[in-house]
């Protein structure tokens, strides 16, 4: 059904194949950018997969880059200042943000706080505080799951005052992005499980909640498909290629698709569980996922139904009656979470997360302030995200 | 050849968003005294918090402060954009008057991209929760299931109670 009305955007420029980074250099001198200030951790070093971008800059006539290699695992404000600094004395003109959901927000962070020529981020925190088109940022994911390399948010940390500082704009969007499947090759199996968990609840819910749209779902349908077809073989063969960069399309389709029909149920209670108790997000999705449909069934049943094809595949689809496509689809990602734990010990439920019963009430309270809840189709109130909750704890 | 259009205005639809402005201004400020649940969310907005609700470009406005008595004070439509801590504009005037005059629930407005937000997105959920609930007692069911994704819960005698005094005192006084 087309909606009567939507909007939809996706200025993103994506290269996407074995060897995508070689044409780096060439793609930054189109955006006019000849000091890049490369923005990393240090696992990313370690594991040797940012010789992959240094190869990619040999004989490019790029003389030299400033490499950052200290991002922590969670973005925060004092990262994002020291980057300032260094991006200012040494005269950057642009940033290519390689790890992470962490980098990536680190990098946009960056971005907020050069284009305002600011020192205090916290100004431009909320929903469409920014105004100005920013500097080039260039994104090379070596996860597939969040798609922040195509998505309009960010996430820092204030250490200081132990918050998380959200942040939306339309100008946060990458410039770039740079899908090579050599960055993701050595990504452990747990780690690619549960970040192709989040890819999916992206794709799963830009199909069901409120904006979404034909084009969102032609993005949600196909990142589904992908995941459905690729996950477990990466799992059971890191080392495939193909797999590896089918995994990063569909993140990153997902996160087009989420990006312009927005997320629901699943992901405000998966924000709660990560600011209640540090569950990893790719983690509190698989656990939340068939929870937040089962939810959400009541008013997303015909749509639900229709999922069941790229979940489960043609011939499940045909067999199962229409009636029951709906719970049959919910049943399909109960057995993919199954075959997840199998293989890499992923938690199902929020005990096996480690999270304590005593914290079940703070996550539901913390959802209620997420802003995905306005496009949930159906309405939350705190008593149904405590429902909602516990029944997700064992 | 070519001559001057001039698209004019729709006074009506501006004069119904600027009475709606009002009403729902006046109701606000009488539920947050009256009303456990939507105190209740007041009371975690920081002192003297400013929401503005404005109509793109130029249109009509409506600002509510948060009290230091932890309640909501409705303060008109002349404040300046620059002080509000949260601002929620809705993009144009007939998008503004489909969402007034009840043919399109918030939700749905959202999800169509009418209305943008700037601010503290936990705040702005909050805010909604409150007007959700000022719907309860302003509408009736009816209306009310059509505007917000969940009827909220309101004892059926209170509802009724509070209704008859938002119409006979509240709106008309401010009280």
């Known amino acids: 059904m087309i909606p009567e009305y939507y909007e939809f955007e996706n200025p993103v420029r994506i290269l996407s194949g074995l060897r995508a980074l070689d044409n780096l250099p060439f793609e930054l001198g189109r955006l006019g950018a000849r000091r890049p200030l490369v923005i990393t951790d240090p696992g990313i070093v370690k594991a040797g997969i940012l010789e992959h971008v240094t190869c990619a800059f040999r004989d490019s006539g790029t003389e030299s880059f400033t490499l950052f290699d200290q991002v922590p695992p969670e973005s925060s404000l004092e990262a994002v200042r020291k980057l300032a600094r260094i991006y200012r004395q040494q005269g950057c003109d642009c940033m290519v943000a390689v790890g992470g959901g962490s980098v990536i927000d680190t990098a946009k962070g960056l971005n907020i706080m050069i284009t305002e020529e600011t020192d205090d981020l916290r100004r431009f925190v909320g929903s469409d505080l920014l105004e100005k088109p920013m500097k080039p940022l260039v994104v090379i994911p070596t996860t597939s799951g969040t798609g922040s390399e195509v998505t309009v948010a960010a996430m820092i940390t204030d250490t200081v005052n132990h918050v998380k500082l959200p942040f939306t704009s339309r100008f946060l969007l990458p410039r770039l992005a740079v899908l090579d499947p050599r960055m993701t090759l050595g990504l452990p199996p747990a780690i690619t499980a549960a970040t192709a968990m989040d890819a999916l609840t992206h794709a799963v819910e830009s199909y069901l909640c409120l904006q979404k749209n034909p084009l969102s779902d032609a993005y949600g349908w196909a990142a589904i498909q992908l995941i459905r077809a690729h996950l477990v073989a990466v799992l059971q063969d890191g080392k495939d290629e193909n797999g590896r960069l089918a995994l990063a399309n569909a993140s990153c389709m997902a996160g087009v698709a989420f990006s312009n029909s927005m997320v629901g149920i699943v992901h405000a209670l998966g924000h709660g569980c990560g600011g209640a108790c540090g569950v990893p997000h790719g983690v509190a999705m698989n656990i939340f996922l068939p929870h937040g449909l089962e939810y959400n069934m009541g008013k997303v049943r015909d749509l639900l139904a229709q999922l069941l094809l790229p979940l489960a595949g043609p011939e499940t689809f045909a067999a199962t009656p229409a009636g029951g496509r709906a719970e049959k689809a919910v049943a399909e990602i109960r057995g993919l979470q199954a075959d997840l734990h199998r293989i890499t010990r992923l938690p199902r439920t929020l005990k096996e997360a480690g999270v304590p019963r005593e914290k079940l009430e703070l996550i539901a309270e913390k959802a209620l302030g997420d802003g995905a809840l306005l496009f949930n189709p159906e309405g939350v109130d705190y008593r149904d995200a405590l429902a909602v909750v516990r029944n997700a704890y064992e | ?175």
């Not at chain 2, 698209?7 to 006046?26: E, N």
């Not at chain 2, 069911?141 to 209704?163: A, D, G, Y």
């Open chain 2, 1 to 175: 050849m070519t001559r001057e259009i001039r698209p004019g205005t729709d006074r009506w639809k501006v004069l119904v968003i600027k009475l709606m402005f009002f009403l729902f201004g006046r109701a606000v400020q009488v539920l947050s005294r009256i009303d456990p649940e939507i105190r209740s969310e007041i009371s975690r907005w920081p002192e003297g918090f400013l929401i503005l609700y404005r109509v793109l470009p130029h249109g009509p406005r409506m600002a509510l402060a948060r009290t230091r008595a932890g309640r909501l004070e409705y303060r008109g439509g002349n404040v300046a954009g620059a002080k509000a801590d949260l601002t929620v504009a809705v993009k144009n005037i007939q998008s503004a008057f489909l969402v007034f005059s009840f043919q399109m629930g918030m939700n749905q407005a959202y999800a169509q991209n009418r209305i943008s937000v700037r601010g503290d997105v936990p705040t702005a959920m909050s805010q909604m929760r409150v007007l959700n609930r000022v719907l309860a007692y302003m509408l009736p069911r009816r209306i009310v299931q059509r505007m917000t994704l969940k009827m909220p819960e309101i004892r059926p005698l209170r509802k009724h109670v509070s209704r008859g005094f938002l119409y006979a005192f509240g709106i008309p006084f401010g009280v």
